[in-house]
């Protein structure tokens, strides 16, 4: 059952189990200590879950790839809450498809190391354990413990993963498992694990999935935290130690030396070798390692001492790591310079004066002290070199006006030079990061289009377009910046099935009048001809330049004053106009309209989302009530019936629209059609369309013809099956006017011509022809 991936089994180990994965994305994980690590523990496991983990594991995997060099604490916690958020809505939109009983359900938890930084994700059900300092720690806790259903992937569309920040150590350990097994190891070997190696963690889960009778491989990955590469033994760690190398030796070091010679009577050693011995033996001069750590833990997070809980936007805010011990603060740039240009003066000086009198007698002359040694005292602070003798042999200016100018124009010059080259240096690194951006939002791009899994590809195209956010703020080269934009958008659009319609397939007929409030806009054809209903019934000419008015709110019919209408339709060879009152019935033979009064609770009907007819049956689709009316043939007078007996009366408080052509097909405002037949509910389709459907309004679609198209109120139109899979989608291209305010649809699936009606006014739209095969 152990799986060993490739690192020694003591650092490093991983079943070999689907929902278990683990890499070292960057570098051989020595220098710089790197792993990522996942454990996906399915709820209600399906056939096909192991399939859909592998994916899941995929996009979490894409947080590493988008991590740089050397990224912070905030990088990676935003890395990883940003994949688990891909995740999750790629699993959302594999289940808004399925029966909830048939639904993914996943926990999920990540550890991603990076350094000395450890940030663990979690979204339960799940186990980690961390070993630090001879201490166990838990994640989640039993204090923290949520329902497994509340925050599991792909339950909900809104989801936030916990994160948990601490400051790793050599010698670290971390278990990644799922909730069952977690609670089995902790339950038996709970004492033994915070010493146990990576194999020896394996050999005890082995152990209970035996005892268990459990086949499967348990899904685990156990990390133990390497010792870093040390290049030399005694490393200059910092700037500090290298600049006092450069100073003389201070008297502390005289006086060591002193006691060396007094007690040796005589060292044939040089002096300066004396020096270098002396050195070594200095306790305080020992280069750190990392191999003792000392390190501070402060607070108690989860019932971990040094681990930090907490939103995404405070991991930044930290003033210093917890389990570092605090050193002196860092210094300002202008500090660094001076003290290095100090210190080089020094250096010199001291180097001279060394050569000038390096023909020293090893013992001290006689100067009355009877060859005792002589005392000395020595002040703890550096003492700078005597440089009288270095002034005394320069060359002398006499002190005048035209002296002052001169010196005043050098310091200017040095000042404009350094001022200049601070500037140069500030634009080399905002042009080699805006390359690094723009090479990288380029590759991103390049895997994308060979990416064949859409999510995947969208993933990449998403971090595409955040690093060209970012190498748009340093305000180099826009043009080049549009240029990846437009590849960028030509992928995605590619990758969606979108269409950008151009100036020649989208033609503006003109403005119509405007509908009474409350009254839903509609347009419909009829023998050939578009009808359009706003503040009355109105007939396109053949040539879509006029509109000739037919019936409103006003007219006398059969001794009746039509009230405003709410709504209209097509039926059997004639146009049909309703003002909640009584329909209205056209007859092409007598070229004149009838009335006809329909049965009411005692007040006429309103909010009617739309109108339909068939069979010579009158429909009503009001969603205010969740309600499909239907007033039978020759017998409107009569009350409707409750065409669908309460059936899926929720949903149909969110209908739009809807189209009868035998059956009832009715579009809901997140895009989903449901089809009812002798008033049950036959079946539920939703389109796989992304981005996913919020807004539509309009329904259209013929008899005998395998498309259906849903117009949005952001303009977009979707051709799509029956079955819901999307074919295209069209919105308007650059230069074009825009569809946005859509009210309503007519298509012709024939002529692949589509009247849309928007708040602007009415468009002709050509539609391009589905692709072969489709």
Known sequence: MAHVVERSARSAWASPSPYVALQYPIGNGAVERQAFAIVIDPIDPLPSSPEVARRIITLLQHAVWQLGEHPTVEDLCEALTEAFLRANHWLTTLNSGRPSRQWYRFGATCALLSGHDLVLAQVPPGCALVAQDHELYRFPSDDHAVSRYATALGNARQLQPALYYTRSAPGDLVLLT??????????????????????????????????????????????RVPEPIRLTRQPVRRLSELLRLLLPEDGNQDSRTARRVDERDIDGTPPDRQTKEARVERPDERADTDADPVDAIDDQIAGAPGWHAQPLGAVAEEAEPPRVAKRGGGRPLFELIAGLAIATVTGLAGIWQLLRRRRRPLLPQDEGTFGLPRLERHEDRIRLPDLTPVRRQLPRLPASRLTGLIALGLIGALTTTLVVSVQNGRVSERKQEFAHLYQSAVAERQLAERASDPTIAQAYLATASQRLERAASLGLDPELLAQERAAIERTLDRLLRVERLSTTTVQVLGAVPSAPEGIAPRIFFGNGQLYLLTDALYRLEAGGTRLVRLIGPGDAVDGRTVGTLVGAAWADGAPIAFDGNAAYLFDPAAARWSAQPVGTFGAPYQNVAAVGSFAGNLYLLVPQSGQILRFLNGAYANLPQDWT????????????????????????????????????????VTPAVEPPITDAVALAMQPDRP?????????????????????????????????????DLAVDDVQGLAYVLTERGLFLVRLPAPPSGS
């Open 178 to 223: 799922n909730a069952e097994y977690g609670a089995r190891l902790l339950a038996a070997h709970a004492d033994s694990l915070p010493g146990a190696s990576p194999a020896r963690l394996a050999e005890l889960l082995e152990e209970l999935a035996v005892d268990a009778g459990d086949p499967e491989p348990v899904p685990a990955v156990a990390l």
């Open 707 to 743: 498309y259906r198209y849903i117009g949005t109120r952001s303009g977009r139109i979707l051709r799509l099956k029956a079955d819901g899979t999307l074919v295209q989608q069209f919105i308007s291209g650059a230069g074009v006017p825009s569809l946005d305010g859509l009210l």
């Open 645 to 684: 007996g309460g059936l899926a009366d929720k949903e149909l408080r969110q209908a739009t629209d809807f189209e009868i052509d035998g059956r009832i097909h009715v579009l809901l405002a997140d895009g989903r059609v449901l089809t009812f037949y002798r008033g049950a509910l036959e079946t539920t």
